[in-house]
């Protein structure tokens, strides 16, 4: 059974920084694509980032590039997104995404075959 568990979400100030996990099981996370998106209350669910299967190639919303980093650790089959100089704007539920054969003018989609449950990330003062 593929299963998606996020953790590492909580609050923090304005200015601060939080790094969300993202553990695989059922699937090989070297080998596919993984992506996190969020979710704000009232809000379409939205892209923040994504590694792709071929190359580990990054991508990043515009609104998040250059604050936020996603990594893969092989070895704990773990995505990782670490998410500095956060604002209050970045509040939302976490959620991490995975696919094997998602093509890359799609990664930045909701088209996605596996979802975790999400993590929340509350950035206030």
């Known amino acids: 059974q593929v299963q998606l568990v996020e953790s590492g979400g909580g609050g923090v100030q304005p200015g601060g920084s939080l790094r969300l996990s993202c553990a695989a099981s059922g699937l090989t996370i070297s080998r596919i694509t993984v992506a996190w998106f969020r979710q704000a209350p009232g809000k379409e669910r939205e892209f923040v980032s994504a590694i792709f299967r071929s190359g580990g190639n990054n991508y990043y919303a515009d609104s998040v590039k250059g604050r936020f980093t996603i990594s893969r650790d092989s070895a704990k089959n773990t995505v990782y997104l670490q998410m500095n100089s956060l604002k209050p704007e970045d509040t939302a539920i976490y959620y991490c995404?995975?696919?094997?054969?998602?093509?890359?003018?799609?990664?930045?989609?909701?088209?996605?075959?596996?979802w975790g449950q999400g993590t929340q990330v509350t950035v206030s003062s």
């Open positions: 995404a995975a696919d094997q054969s998602i093509i890359l003018s799609s990664v930045r989609t909701t088209r996605y075959a596996y």
